[in-house]
């Protein structure tokens, strides 16, 4: 009987100690790892980084989208950018126009050299468009 008092007797010194370490841990423990953790708030801040840097480039490509918009419409209307539409949807090139084929499915900056030979678009095409036509077209698209 002494040898389980003297248990008892050290132990009443012993478990407060213990029990607060291991509070101390598991609240250590889930401030570093938890949910709402350290770790957890540095990837969050990552992932705002990234979400920033996605927001800056969307808001660069609609400032320019904006900007092209702009220069479309009928009270500042820029003859080049016109022009550049007209030919695009038309399908048709100046005579003097230089035309340089690459694959549908390659993007531009992909492309480090190019993969076909550039070849000069023949004076009189089939599908041409001489510089008189193309001027009076934007001629009649401004004087509206």
Request: aromatic share 6%; proline share 6%.
């Amino acid at each position: 009987m002494n040898l389980v008092g003297e248990i008892r007797r050290r132990a009443r010194h012993i478990v407060g100690p213990v029990m607060g370490i291991t509070l101390f841990a598991y609240f250590a423990y889930h401030a570093v790892q938890g949910d709402r953790g350290l770790i957890a708030w540095w990837k969050l801040g990552q992932q705002v980084e990234t979400a920033q840097a996605r927001f800056d480039e969307t808001l660069a490509k609609r400032q320019a989208f904006a900007h092209r918009v702009g220069l479309l419409r009928p009270d500042a209307l820029d003859r080049d950018l016109l022009e550049e539409r007209a030919r695009l949807l038309l399908g048709m090139a100046h005579p003097d126009d230089v035309v340089i084929l690459r694959p549908a499915g390659l993007a531009s900056a992909a492309v480090a050299e190019p993969k076909f030979q550039v070849v000069p678009v023949p004076p009189s095409p089939v599908r041409g468009l001489d510089r008189g036509a193309l001027d009076d077209l934007i001629g009649d698209t401004l004087g509206r």
